[in-house]
Nanobody, 119 residues
Framework: QVQLLESGGGLVQAGGSLRLSCVAS????????MGWFRQAPGKQRELVAT????????NYAVSVKGRFTINRDNAKNTVYLQMNSLKPEDTAVYYC????????????WGQGTQVTVSS
């Protein structure tokens, strides 16, 4: 099994920054790409950013492109999400997810961390 533990959420004013971290433990060899997703109240969970296993390729939602940066440190089994120029519409629970090599699906999920951006 794989466990994902997020940290770094909190309350920030619009225009501010936060960095989320996600540490993976357990059967790390089962993991391929990793990503961040978010879910705002009353809305469906949406993809924020993903990164391949080696870190060479990233993908971002249009709404965060140019403001958020995803990267990973495989030596520490950690993926980060640097969020700059935050907007109230970025308020959501942010989830770390890992893609299972066997299925190519995001089968592993963290518990989520709350990010609240005040106007």
């Amino acid at each position: 099994q794989v466990q994902l533990l997020e940290s770094g959420g909190g309350l920030v004013q619009a225009g501010g920054s936060l960095r989320l971290s996600c540490v993976a433990s357990g059967s790390i060899v089962r993991i391929n790409a990793m990503g961040w997703f978010r879910q705002a109240p009353g809305k469906q969970r949406e993809l924020v950013a993903t990164i391949t296993s080696g870190g060479s390729t990233t993908n971002y939602a249009v709404s965060v492109k140019g403001r958020f940066t995803i990267n990973r440190d495989n030596a520490k089994n950690t993926v980060y999400l640097q969020m700059n120029s935050l907007k109230p519409e970025d308020t959501a629970v942010y989830y770390c997810a890992a893609q299972k090599r066997a299925t190519s699906s995001y089968d592993y999920w963290g518990q989520g961390t709350q990010v609240t951006v005040s106007s």
